[in-house]
């Protein structure tokens, strides 16, 4: 079946963009997986000082652990392992060809899938080295969080809505420069903090 294209700029508000949104597999795959952590979180008790620290520490990695993606997976070159083409940054290189396309600025389904699984490992393990057995749960629904927030945002700078706040129009600003004129800068996708540190905001 052939993908529905859709002009991410038609969309100029954010019912538009949520009904958009709500057409493509990932969001429904990530709320799945943030609705199963928290289900499983909560049948630990109820929620202690650590569940927000390691929220907290779950938050602090996050605009790190974007850029770093970003910069050195969905931005590598094509290469080969053992003689058999690998090539990780493939979609991503779609996406920058037809930043408008609502579907290319999405995940789907299938990376929704396995990145919802991988960020949930990483995120499980930060809430165990920050609280113990305990907050295993809890970084692993934080990580979902914070990948399904990705995906809105994301989705939302590549729409024609218009930012109401200040924060958001630099942080969409700086996402579109990334497309439009500088693909060495500004890997931040829900943060600008990676980029300011790390050396990369324009």
Do not use: C
């Not at 991988?118 to 393990?125: R, T, Y």
């Not at 295993?136 to 995906?151: F, S």
């Amino acid at each position: 079946m052939r993908r529905r294209s859709v002009n991410a700029r038609t969309l100029t508000t954010k019912r538009a963009a949520a009904r958009e949104f709500a057409r493509h597999g990932s969001g429904y795959i990530l709320v799945a997986y943030l609705a199963a952590a928290l289900v499983l979180r909560r049948r630990r008790g109820r929620p202690a000082r650590a569940d927000a620290t390691v929220v907290a520490a779950v938050a602090a990695i996050q605009p790190f652990f974007e850029w770093t993606l970003h910069r050195y997976v969905l931005h590598a070159p094509p290469t080969s392992i053992a003689g058999r083409p690998f090539d990780p940054g493939a979609a991503h290189r779609g996406h920058h060809r037809a930043p408008d396309d609502v579907a290319g600025a999405l995940l789907g389904a299938r990376y929704a899938a396995a990145d919802g699984l991988v960020v949930a490992g990483l995120a499980a393990a930060l809430g165990r080295l920050v609280a113990g057995p305990a907050g295993t749960i809890t970084g692993a629904a934080a990580g979902q969080g914070a990948l399904l927030a990705y995906e809105w945002t994301h989705l939302l700078a590549h729409t024609g809505y218009r930012p109401r706040t200040r924060w958001f129009r630099r942080l969409r600003a700086a996402h579109l420069r990334h497309h439009f004129r500088d693909e060495r800068a500004n890997f931040g996708v829900t943060s600008r903090l990676g980029d300011r540190i790390l050396g990369t905001a324009a």
